[in-house]
């Protein structure tokens, strides 16, 4: 069965400052790699995907994750983040299991931006 | 365009009672999946379903089970609760398993 490790459960950072949320996952043949938003009382929004193609994809709110299939990693980059990037973020995996794709989401990892 | 709608919002049940849960497409999307999120954790896929077919299913019991109807509105019951079961039940809809889903705001359930 596929697996998600979300390593951090939580990352502080300072406004302005870079950041890295890391995701890694169990090898599969193929897959499809999302990152996911879920601002505090709202519902999951799709962040990122990696479906074929290009290693590096980006989010129009400036985040991007690369596909690193040598280390099964899909990390989720920002340059400078903002006070309203506070949010729990989820990396998920979508693999082929008897026919069908099975997405497996991480455990999540709390983002939290102090001014 | 309306987005995902779900209902209940908030649910109590007592152990050994069933449960249905409601869920509206996005207006032309054919696939909806299921998913429960624990306290503090990922959400886990409970099954999907494609144009009223289930076409994939998690690591559930069979007393997790499901429907989709002909206007893609889907429902998904859950047979003898038990204190476990106590989560938030997402369903999101696509227009297929690769395309973007678009996530309900949850149904919130608890079991005593």
């Known amino acids: 069965a596929q697996s998600v490790t979300q390593l951090d459960s939580q990352v502080p950072v300072f406004e302005e400052a870079p950041v890295e949320l890391r995701c890694n996952y169990s090898?599969?043949?193929?897959?499809?790699l999302f990152w996911y938003v879920q601002y505090p009382n709202q519902g999951l929004q799709l962040l990122l995907k990696y479906l074929s193609g290009s290693t590096l994809v980006e989010s129009i709110n400036g985040f991007e994750a690369e596909f690193n299939k040598s280390q099964t990693s899909f990390h989720l980059r920002k340059p400078s983040v903002h006070i309203s990037d506070t949010a729990e973020y989820f990396c998920?995996?979508?693999?082929?299991?008897?026919?069908?794709?099975?997405?497996?989401f991480g455990r999540g990892t709390s983002l939290i931006v102090h001014p | 365009e309306t987005g995902v709608t779900q209902s209940p919002t908030h649910l109590i049940k007592t152990r050994g009672q069933q449960v249905t849960l409601r869920c509206s497409s996005q207006s032309g999307h054919n696939t909806v999946s299921w998913y429960q999120q624990a306290l503090g954790q990922g959400p886990q896929f409970i099954f999907q379903y494609y144009r009223e077919e289930e076409n994939g299913r998690g690591n559930f019991p069979p007393r997790f089970s499901g429907l989709q109807f002909p206007n893609y509105s889907s429902e998904l019951n859950v047979n003898a609760l038990e204190l476990d079961d106590s989560a938030l039940y997402l369903c999101a809809s696509s227009l297929s398993w690769q395309e973007t889903q678009y996530f309900g705001p949850g149904t919130r359930l608890l079991v005593l």
């Open positions: 998920a995996v979508s693999a082929a299991s008897g026919g069908s794709y099975i997405p497996t």
């Open positions: 090898s599969s043949v193929s897959v499809y």
